[in-house]
């Protein structure tokens, strides 16, 4: 936002570009959880779009970042984030746009010493030189420190109201906003995606260790993000939706999985996941029911629907606390 | 009453695949075109208007019910 505020402020035309990964931080879990929970949030490209007064435009890119996550060529962040690959492929595809429609450069908001990975000072040219975008790859906030630029050479833009931040530290770009007049401005302190949280990248790893290949689609990433997720035995999984937003949400997974819907108590939708025999399934309603109202009960009762349409009854005593394991969580 | 020009279906997508679609969708159509876009997620509701606003579209109107949200907009110029 600061980055395209300063070079907007220099009369030059600005437009947004939004890459949806699959993976952000944004909309979906907050879209999920229970309504009661949670208020819809906004979403932030378009708040910031809209303050600065610039068009945006949101690029699905989940096919075609696949190959990013599958394959870095420069390896993963202290999780699965593989920041230097994304941020090369991100502005290689800012740089097709731009051909596209006639922009000139690009801009980012990045700041030399920032993050670990994609913006150390040795791995800051390389995003420029795999992308592509070379001398157009222009960053506001910390340009006096990089070589010359593309627009600065041509008097695009004036270096000398540029900025040369570096390191972890955010006070001079909240004395920046604050001298634009921008009170409220979003910047995700930490990652911008679930690659860069353990939690969700061991449920990722769990995932392709569990496949022939590492390999995912849309609805496996959004998955990841909802309820919980056990693995009780190597070939079983089960996912235990956390309220009534995640309930309704995993009953859209029914053709893809086996579903427990738990019918003498209230209590939350669940999926098993593997070929199952009577037993897993056993332990997977046993594990469910723990997490409804009947936990304390001898019996809970379920209702089975298997993948092939097949619905059947199942009564299990509620598994107590300290008979499932923490190992068995993802 | 509107004449709506295109129909969009994006029911059980979640934000920000609706405004995505809305997006493109929005790109074929010409200016004066009314959209009719059905969803499901909550999101939608801010996120729709919120990106008519930045390229200048009309929201026509918004209904929410238990099952769907319908979000209607005229496409500007
Ligand atoms: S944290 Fe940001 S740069 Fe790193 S992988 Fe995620 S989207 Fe890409």
Redesign the pocket.
């Known amino acids: 936002m600061l980055a395209a505020k300063l070079v907007q402020n220099q009369g030059l035309h600005v437009a947004g570009l939004n890459f949806f990964?699959g993976?952000c931080v944004e909309g979906h879990t907050h879209s999920i959880r229970s309504r009661s929970n949670r208020k819809p949030r906004r979403n932030n490209a378009l708040w910031v779009a809209e303050q600065l007064n610039i068009p945006l435009y949101m690029i699905d890119v989940i096919e075609e970042y696949k190959s990013i996550v599958l394959h870095p060529r420069h390896g993963y962040?202290a999780n699965l984030?593989?920041?230097l690959d994304?941020?090369s492929f991100m502005v290689k595809k800012a740089l097709e746009w731009m051909h596209a429609h006639e922009f000139d450069f690009i801009i980012t908001g990045e700041v030399v010493g920032q993050r670990p990975m994609?913006q150390r000072r040795d791995t800051f040219p390389v995003v420029a030189r795999e992308s592509g975008a070379n001398d157009r790859l222009l960053r506001p906030l910390c340009a006096q420190l990089q070589p010359l630029t593309l627009p600065e050479r041509e008097g695009w833009v004036d270096r000398a109201q540029l900025h040369g931040f570096s390191g972890r530290g955010r006070k001079a770009q909240i004395a920046l906003a604050e001298q634009l007049g921008l009170k409220d401005y979003a910047q995700p302190a930490g990652?911008?995606?679930f690659?860069?949280d353990a939690a969700y990248s061991r449920k990722l790893r769990d995932l392709w260790r569990n496949r022939d290949r590492p390999d995912y689609d849309i609805d496996d990433i959004m998955l990841l993000k909802v309820g919980r997720h056990l693995r009780p035995r190597p070939h079983l999984k089960v996912i235990v939706a956390r309220d009534a937003g995640e309930t309704r949400y995993l009953r859209g997974y029914r053709r893809r999985f086996t579903c427990l819907d738990m019918t003498s108590h209230n209590g939350p939708l669940t999926l098993v996941e593997g070929e199952q025999n009577d037993e897993d399934l056993d332990l997977a309603a046993r594990i469910a029911a723990r997490y409804g109202q009947g936990r304390h009960e001898p019996m809970v009762r379920f209702q089975v629907l298997s993948i092939d349409g097949r619905e059947r009854e199942v009564c299990v005593t509620p598994l107590r606390a300290d008979e499932v394991p923490r190992s068995w969580y993802l | 009453m509107v004449s709506v020009t295109r129909h969009l279906d994006v029911t059980g997508l979640l934000c920000p695949m609706p405004v995505i679609q809305t997006q493109n969708c929005v790109a074929e159509l010409c200016p004066g075109d009314v959209l009719s876009i059905r969803c499901t997620d909550p999101g939608a509701l801010l996120d729709i208007p919120a990106w008519c606003r930045v390229h200048g579209h009309v929201l026509l109107s918004t209904d929410e019910n238990p099952e769907e949200i319908v979000i209607v907009i005229r496409v500007s110029s």
Request: glycine share 14%; proline share 7%.
């Open positions: 990964t993976f962040g984030n593989p920041c994304c941020k994609s990652g911008c995606c690659l860069t």
